[in-house]
Nanobody, 119 residues
C-alpha cells in the first residue's frame, strides 16, 4: 500500500503544473485529497475528490485556478494547477483515508512533491 506523487518542480508565476498521485494496493476506490505545507506553516487542504470524481472540494485560495480529477486507473488523482502564484510554493501531499469494516480509520500519505513558484 503506497501513495506516490509526481509532477512537482520549479515554475514561474502565472505558469502551470500538473501533479499526479497514484495509490496502489487498495481494493476499492476512495476519496483522495491533496494537501500542501509551506515552510513554517501548517499543512492545509488544497482539493479533494470523491471516488467517482463527481464531488470535488477546493480551498478558497485555489478555486478557479486548480482542478482536481480522477484518472482511469483506480485511485489515481491529478491536480492541474494554473495561474500559479509564489504563495502556492509548498510541498504537496496526496492523502487517502480508508475505513475498515470495524470502523477503524487508516490514513495514508504520500512522500510529497515540491512545487516552487518563483521568477
Amino acid at each position: 500500500v503506497q501513495l506516490v506523487e509526481s509532477g512537482g518542480g520549479l515554475v514561474q508565476p502565472g505558469g502551470s503544473l500538473k501533479l499526479t498521485c497514484a495509490a496502489s494496493g487498495f481494493t476499492f476506490s476512495y476519496t483522495m485529497t491533496w494537501y500542501r505545507q509551506a515552510p513554517g506553516k501548517e499543512r492545509e487542504l488544497v482539493a479533494s475528490c470523491d471516488s467517482t470524481g463527481d464531488a470535488t472540494n477546493y480551498a478558497d485560495s485555489v478555486k478557479g485556478r486548480f482542478t482536481i480529477s480522477r484518472g482511469n486507473a483506480k485511485n489515481t488523482v491529478y491536480l492541474q494547477m494554473n495561474s500559479l502564484k509564489p504563495e502556492d510554493t509548498a510541498v504537496y501531499y496526496c492523502y487517502l483515508r480508508r475505513v475498515g469494516v470495524s470502523g477503524k480509520q487508516y490514513d495514508y500519505w504520500g512522500q510529497g512533491t515540491q512545487v516552487t513558484v518563483s521568477s
